[in-house]
T-cell receptor, first 112, second 113 residues
Framework: SQQGEEDPQALSIQEGENATMNCSYK?????LQWYRQNSGRGLVHLIL?????REKHSGRLRVTLDTSKKSSSLLITASRAADTASYFC????????????FGAGTQVVVTP | KAGVTQTPRYLIKTRGQQVTLSCSPI?????VSWYQQTPGQGLQFLFEYFSETQRNKGNFPGRFSGRQFSNSRSEMNVSTLELGDSALYLC????????????FGSGTRLTVV
């Protein structure tokens, strides 16, 4: 079964607005990672947040982690058309080398 | 520094043929993982190699295999191709630890006809 489940599945916003997407998971984690994928291309690593961290920032991105609720959120502030992409949360399996478990992703469309 | 390089970018093969995909990781990264991405199944883990050893394997049939060379470059092979093998194949490199992010290549788009 999918470890990370993103919500919503799709999000349509206008440039300048903020976009928030959530990720829920089922088991304990060492860290949780967010990736972006532009249409048909490879994934780009955005942020890794460790289980003992509650919030992390990178430019216009803000990630929070609530281990008690087993959930994480990714906020993109002041969105741009170039932010149009699919966003995935990914969780490394603690018992399994090199394996990231991905959710189905949130498809974000930012219109000018 | 150079990113992860996957070749070829696009590939069209006929059912029953075999295919080999290549991945060159970031210099110094010893771990290479492979994923299959399809619209129906999403991103599925194929296998991971570290220092020429397969450390982990996903739930794929034996037609899917891989290897890693001493320079950390990796190849994956799919034999007896089926229509359902049409997908974007992604490789990712990392240092090999569990607390680091992964750098993905641009992928190989395989179409089986």
């Amino acid at each position: 079964s999918q470890q990370g489940e993103e919500d919503p599945q799709a999000l349509s916003i206008q440039e300048g607005e903020n976009a928030t997407m959530n990720c829920s998971y089922k088991t304990s984690i060492n860290n949780l990672q967010w990736y972006r994928q532009n249409s048909g291309r490879g994934l780009v690593h955005l942020i890794l947040i460790r289980s003992n961290e509650r919030e992390k920032h990178s430019g216009r991105l803000r990630v929070t982690l609530d281990t008690s609720k087993k959930s994480s959120s990714l906020l993109i502030t002041a969105s741009r058309a170039a932010d149009t992409a699919s966003y995935f949360c990914a969780i490394p399996r603690a018992d399994s080398w090199g394996k990231l478990q991905f959710g189905a992703g949130t498809q974000v469309v930012v219109t000018p | 520094k150079a990113g992860v390089t996957q070749t070829p970018r696009y590939l069209i093969k006929t059912r029953g043929q075999q295919v080999t995909l290549s991945c060159s990781p970031i210099s110094g990264h010893r771990s290479v993982s492979w994923y299959q991405q399809t619209p129906g199944q999403g991103l599925q883990f194929l296998f991971e190699y570290f220092s020429e050893t397969q450390r982990n394997k996903g739930n794929f049939p034996g037609r899917f295999s891989g290897r890693q060379f001493s320079n950390s470059r990796s190849e994956m092979n799919v034999s007896t191709l089926e229509l359902g093998d049409s997908a974007l194949y992604l490789c990712a490199s990392s240092t090999g630890g569990r607390d680091y992010g992964y750098t993905f290549g641009s992928g190989t788009r395989l179409t089986v006809v």
